[in-house]
């Protein structure tokens, strides 16, 4: 007989929580095990579409690190939108998406199939494919992401303990402030184990994981690139307000590391200073151009200047949003969790709990 396929189904207790990052480690840390793995999004949020044929971003992104072939990537069932939200509502849509779930089940699918849950706990229930829902149509065990908020992360982790029970194999606290570790160590993790909680993975908060690219700036704020398009790339840590006089915005940006600077295209003076400490991208409002030696300065030092048709307001806060909603699409930052991973998350104790006995370790 063939041995029974484990699901481990990954959730969160939040929104942007880290859970499509804590999935892309931990399928790389269980690869190195020697395990035979498959992952699955059932319910899709981020799909685009590629010769009519609907791709989940995140399958493609993790499928595609992991060179994991197609016969070890399960099917999105759902894309969740307004179109198929509404769709439901008006009885459109009348699935059975317990039903379709329950084909994961005769899928040849590996020794261990990491599944990808919904957002939160609730997002999905319209459809029956909620975190619960999911894990008891397959039988999966649950890990959840919680981002550190303060002392009181732990009672989200309760509640889940309380609806989930013994599903619930273990939680990883992730993007902890270094001031915070301690606390954690001490304080969090035995309170949690002590209700029955196993945490596996403490990570510490990390500027490179929550940088955006300059890319994804200008995507989400529709600007108009006025040099370096070459540059791209580069990553954005934080954000600086060019507001000040310029001696007050020296002193500022100096203390700032691989920052976006958002200031009027007016303020040539702060946009010359901006240029000549630790900027990797120039953010101008009010449809000012810069004068040619700022662009000229600008193409010198391979730094982006970016123009937008907003307020300064708006842009900041379009750009604080999407350090919130941050993706782990660029190959610096799949190397970044696979490290934090690899040194904060105790796999091992993952198999134990799981009861899986992996081939010996891959060279």
Do not use: W
Request: a neutral charge; charged letters at 20%.
């Amino acid at each position: 007989m063939p041995k029974s396929v484990k699901y481990l189904l990954i959730g969160s207790t939040q929104a942007y929580s880290g859970k499509s990052a804590t999935v892309l480690g931990l399928s790389y840390l269980l690869q190195k095990k020697g395990l035979d793995i498959a992952y699955g999004k059932p319910l899709g949020t981020c799909l685009s579409e590629s010769d009519g044929i609907l791709i989940e971003e995140d399958v493609q992104l993790i499928a595609g690190s992991l060179n994991l072939p197609k016969n070890r990537v399960a099917p999105t069932l759902l894309a969740l939108n307004e179109v198929t939200v509404q769709k439901r509502l008006r009885g459109e849509d009348k699935t059975d998406y317990r039903q379709s779930l329950a084909k994961y089940l005769q899928m040849p699918l590996g020794d261990l199939v990491l599944l990808e849950g919904p957002g939160d706990s609730s997002e999905g229930s319209l459809f029956d494919l909620s975190l619960l829902q999911v894990a008891e149509v397959v039988n999966a065990a649950v890990l959840l992401v919680a981002r550190y908020k303060s002392l009181l992360s732990v009672e989200s982790l309760l509640s889940a303990k309380q609806r989930m029970g013994d599903r619930l194999i273990g939680v990883v606290i992730n993007d902890i402030p270094g001031a915070q570790l301690q606390t954690t160590h001490t304080t969090i993790r035995p309170f949690l184990e002590q209700h029955g909680i196993p945490v596996l993975g403490m990570l510490p908060k990390s500027d490179l994981l929550r940088s955006v690219s300059v890319r994804e700036l200008v995507n989400h704020l529709n600007a108009e690139i006025l040099c370096r398009s070459d540059r791209l790339d580069l990553m954005v840590e934080s954000l600086a307000i060019g507001a000040m006089n310029v001696n007050a915005a020296v002193k500022y940006f100096r203390k700032r590391r691989n920052m976006a600077v958002v200031t009027g295209g007016d303020r040539v003076e702060i946009q010359q200073a901006a240029l000549e400490t630790s900027t990797q991208c120039l953010i101008l409002t009010g449809q000012f151009p810069p004068p040619p030696f700022i662009l000229n300065r600008a193409e010198e030092l391979e730094i982006p200047i970016l123009s937008v048709d907003l307020d300064t307001l708006t842009t900041v806060e379009i750009v604080n949003h999407t350090f919130g909603q941050v993706r782990v699409h660029e190959p610096i930052k799949v190397d970044c969790i696979r490290n934090l991973m690899g040194e904060h998350f105790d796999i091992d104790r993952l198999l134990s709990q799981l009861r899986l006995n992996p081939a010996a370790a891959l060279p």
